[in-house]
């Protein structure tokens, strides 16, 4: 059963676009949302993360959205660039050490 | 990736044959993780240590066995590798300080 749900699969933005990507998780133990960039042949890099007593993070242009009620955070990128391209995966952990990952959203910025 | 090496990088095995793949980190770090990637799953834990010795099983295990006899150095091994067996195996470490810092991987084929 996946722990962390991630949507969409893929997406296709316009350089100059924004980029969402969401999740949902229902384990209330979770503490601490990270999400990871990868680009092909490497290991995923940690991007950005939030704990959930924020509702928001912003670092450059990458933003996390969390809705802590709902049980749901997202990832905006912002100015989408062709360097952005990339897959990105959202992941979630307690404080026991599993850190669970969502299934990825490939990420296509065109020119 | 800085601080931890995979290897190999690509290994083709037959069914039927043990395998071992090796995680080596220069950080010093405590916790050290195995992971799996594949497509429609994202990121599945294999198998972790806390320590020299000390290990655990994560959501994956069935097939596989890990060793850690000193800290820079954690083994993960198929005793009697599958053809669901392949996958790209990540190897990480907690930290720094928060989130895990993954190696570039090792692409494992099993004919």
């Known amino acids: 059963q996946q722990q962390v749900k991630q949507s969409p699969q893929s997406l296709i933005v316009q350089k100059g676009g924004i980029s969402i990507i969401n999740c949902a998780y229902e384990n209330t133990a979770f503490d601490y949302f990270p999400w990871y960039q990868q680009f092909p042949g490497k290991g995923p890099a940690l991007l950005i993360a939030i704990r959930p007593d924020v509702s928001e993070k912003k670092e450059g242009r990458f933003t996390i959205s969390f809705n802590k009620s709902a049980k749901q955070f997202s990832l905006h990128i912002m100015d989408s660039q062709p360097g952005d391209s990339a897959t990105y995966f959202c992941a979630a952990k307690t404080g026991a050490n599993n850190l669970f990952f969502g299934t990825g959203t490939r990420l296509t910025v065109i020119p | 990736d800085a601080g931890i090496t995979q290897s190999p990088r690509h290994k083709v095995t037959e069914t039927g044959t043990p395998v071992t793949l090796r995680c080596h980190q220069t950080?010093?770090?405590?916790?050290m993780y195995w992971y799996r990637q594949d497509p429609g799953h994202g990121l599945r834990l294999i198998h972790y240590?806390?320590?020299?010795?000390?290990?655990d099983k994560g959501e994956v295990s069935d097939g596989y066995s890990v060793s850690r006899s000193k800290t820079e150095d954690f083994l993960l091994t198929l005793e009697s590798a599958t053809s669901s067996q392949t996958s790209v195996y990540f190897c990480?470490?907690?930290?720094?300080?928060?989130?895990?810092?993954f190696g570039s991987g090792t692409r494992l084929t099993v004919v």
């Open positions: 950080e010093n770090h405590r916790y």
């Open positions: 240590s806390y320590g020299v010795k000390d290990t």
């Open positions: 990480a470490i907690e930290g720094p300080p928060y989130g895990y810092t």
